[in-house]
């Protein structure tokens, strides 16, 4: 009762805390957090069991002459009881170290033929996102292709479709950044070329759901590392189609291709095509406008 009272739905309580993602990975993430929180639960309401029995059951008790009573059975080098101890826990971390795997690797899988890709390039202190195969100059094919940037004043939109496979190959042009956006349940380190130690500059996620999503650089990169943010706008495909047709397409107010604004604003599809961020905003550089704290 009370917990219906409160809003809490089974599901929530076995989220744990655990954040609400917008991707199937961010989900298969909570599934082994719900697992894992369960199991140790379990192995703690053991625990507790024993130490209360303990506690209350063999206390050390008085004789009847009142004299105190010596040390109860002692337990040390009893070689099932050792044998336990150590075999036990090391079952358990295999059991954990199991279903990690086998996690990160649904999470990190990527599939020949990704639905869209997009470049993430970063740099001190901003986002560009590219979407290779689209021409805003069918002049000169494939000369310039749809790119979103971030300004002092605006925040770069990273448009996406709902329900594809996207993959985010990431670049960057100085120092190690990192692409975060809290909903993906998901970061990755943005690394300058050439790539070093193996490091995978791609990954791939679907997004279950049309929203507005926080991005943010999570590399302390340099002085204005806070305000390298972005936004994530999930789009329907057909919107989004929409979208990618209208960045390359003329504007006949402006005489260029649409800038990513224009074309959301075209599309007039409300909160979900506003043609700026929603989530955050850019960092207020009047000094003047600072009260005297
Ligand atoms: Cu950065």
Redesign the pocket.
């Known amino acids: 009762m009370t917990v219906g009272v409160s809003g809490c739905s089974a599901d929530e309580v076995l989220r744990f805390g655990w954040p609400e993602g917008v991707t199937p990975q961010a989900e298969k993430m909570r599934e082994l957090w719900t697992w894992s929180v369960i199991a140790a639960l379990a192995v703690g309401v053991i625990v507790w069991a024993l130490i209360f029995w303990t506690v209350a059951f063999h206390r050390r008790k008085k004789t009847a002459d009142g004299s105190p009573e010596e040390l109860p059975r002692q337990f040390q080098y009893n070689m099932p009881l050792e044998l336990f101890c150590v075999v036990v826990p090391v079952i358990m971390v295999v059991v954990l170290f199991f279903f990690t795997t086998t996690t990160e690797r649904s999470v990190l899988d990527k599939k020949d033929n990704p639905d869209t890709t997009v470049d993430v390039i ?4 901003n986002w560009e996102f590219r979407y290779p195969g689209t021409d805003t100059n069918p002049a000169v094919p494939g000369e310039q292709q749809v790119s979103t940037v971030g300004s002092s004043t605006e925040i770069p939109l990273l448009v996406l479709p709902t329900g594809k496979t996207i993959q985010y190959n990431l670049e ?1 042009t100085d ?4 692409f975060w956006v809290p909903e993906f349940h998901f970061k990755r380190d ?1 690394m300058p070329m050439p790539k070093k130690n193996n490091q995978d500059p791609s990954f791939q996620n679907t997004i279950d759901r049309e929203g507005s999503f926080v991005g943010r ?6 002085t204005y ?1 806070a305000v ?1 943010n972005f936004e994530v706008r999930a789009l329907s495909p057909d919107k989004f189609d929409n979208y990618l047709r209208l960045r390359q397409q003329v504007n006949p107010a402006t005489g260029k291709p649409h800038t990513a604004a224009e074309a959301l604003q075209a599309m007039n599809c409300g909160e979900l095509c506003a043609p700026q961020a929603v989530t955050t905003q850019p960092f207020n550089t009047d000094r003047t406008a600072r009260t005297a704290s």
């Open positions: 970063a740099f001190q202190w960057s120092v190690i950044h990192s943005v650089c999570a590399e302390l990169c340099g590392h390298m």
